[in-house]
């Protein structure tokens, strides 16, 4: 089984500035199959990025993915009031899919 | 655009099985990956299994002996069910559509307690 570990745990940020978080895996993730999800309180997540880097329907470009093999990155170039929530990442290359715990973004 | 509504009893008791269905409106369950997810209160997700061309399956090892998916063609419902429950299974449970692993749209979930 994958693991995932992300990073930081919580990230205090100001609406504006640049929001970078990190998704880490314990083994190479098959055909670069992760995803980021975002997830606010009491809703179900809804998904940012697939592929690493492909953004999902309507989201907006503000968000980007990067990153290959074990090592990827979300990032948010400027933080708008709605930003602020719970980034899961999940690879979806090798079952089981496996989710990391999370990063909680907050308001500084 | 797809819809998903989760439903089925609010509290389990332990060694009891969990039933939940999903209703499936403005896409056909015949179609896509359909899957369920969980989360326990405050805590992160967890893959449970996913149904594809209405049959085949594929489920988490750490969950495959308790776990079946189902669906129901005619009423355009998934289904799960989870024996042998214990309070380690209390969550909000997801269904949520998809391919393979990855999941794009997703019910409201429902949560589940397991108590006596």
């Known amino acids: 089984e994958i693991v995932l570990t992300q990073s930081p745990g919580t990230l205090s940020l100001s609406p504006g500035e640049r929001a970078t978080l990190s998704c880490r895996a314990s083994?190479?993730?098959?055909?670069?199959?992760l995803a980021w999800y975002q997830q606010k309180p009491g809703q179900a997540p809804r998904l940012l990025i697939y592929?690493?880097?492909s953004r999902a329907t309507a989201i907006p470009d503000r968000f980007s993915g990067s990153g290959s093999g074990t090592d990827f990155t979300l990032t948010i170039s400027r933080l708008e009031p709605e930003d602020f929530a719970v980034y899961y990442c999940?690879?979806?290359?090798?079952?089981?899919?496996?989710f990391g715990q999370g990063t909680k973004l907050e308001i500084k | 655009q797809v819809q998903l509504q989760a439903s089925g009893p609010g509290l389990v008791k332990p060694s009891e099985t969990l039933s939940l269905t999903c209703t499936v409106s403005?896409?056909?369950?015949?179609?896509?990956?359909w899957s369920w997810i969980r989360q326990p209160p405050g805590k992160g997700l967890e893959w449970i299994g996913y149904?594809?061309?209405?049959?085949?399956?594929n489920y988490n090892p750490s969950l495959k002996s308790r776990v079946t998916i189902s669906v129901d063609t005619s009423k355009n419902q998934l289904s799960l069910k989870l024996s042998s429950v214990t309070a380690a299974d209390t969550a909000v449970y997801y269904c949520?559509?998809?391919?393979?692993?990855?999941?794009?749209?997703w019910g409201q979930g429902i949560l589940v307690t397991v108590s006596s």
């Open positions: 999940q690879q979806y290359g090798d079952s089981p899919y496996t």
């Open positions: 403005g896409d056909s369950i015949s179609s896509y990956y």
């Open positions: 949520a559509r998809g391919t393979v692993g990855l999941t794009s749209g």
């Open positions: 083994q190479s993730v098959s055909s670069n199959n």
């Open positions: 592929g690493a880097s």
């Open positions: 149904i594809y061309n209405s049959a085949s399956t």
